[in-house]
């Protein structure tokens, strides 16, 4: 059974950092492309960042790119997010997602699991 636990969420001010961290139950990151899913207010569900099972590829959104690092410790059975020079229009949940297969996509569809989220506020 899959169980996707997300954490590290809070409120920061614009420019500042967090790092999101993503437990899942054993073995889960270790066979499968992982990523980072996000839903503002009002919007749909986006694609955030995505790595693949090896580790060796990674997508990122174009909102996201140069601020964003998305990695992942298989050993840990954790995925990490990295977010760095935050912006007000980050303010979103963030939810933790495991990938069809062991390809990274940046295809919301792709993703059949995720866990509860977290809340991610930025001020300005």
């Known amino acids: 059974q899959v169980q996707l636990v997300e954490s590290g969420g809070g409120l920061v001010q614009t420019g500042g950092s967090l790092r999101l961290s993503c437990a899942a139950s054993?073995?889960?990151?270790?066979?499968?492309?992982m990523g980072w899913l996000r839903q503002a207010p009002g919007k749909e569900r986006e694609f955030v960042a995505a790595?693949?099972?090896?580790?060796?590829?990674?997508y990122y959104a174009d909102s996201v790119k140069g601020r964003f690092t998305i990695s992942r410790d298989n050993a840990k059975n954790t995925v990490y997010l990295q977010m760095n020079s935050l912006k007000p229009e980050d303010t979103a949940v963030y939810y933790c997602?495991?990938?069809?297969?062991?390809?990274?996509?940046?295809?919301?569809?792709?993703?059949?699991?995720w866990g509860q989220g977290t809340q991610v506020t930025v001020s300005s």
């Open positions: 997602a495991k990938a069809r297969g062991q390809i990274a996509s940046m295809k919301t569809y792709e993703y059949d699991f």
């Open positions: 054993a073995r889960t990151v270790d066979n499968y492309a």
């Open positions: 790595i693949s099972r090896s580790g060796l590829v990674r």
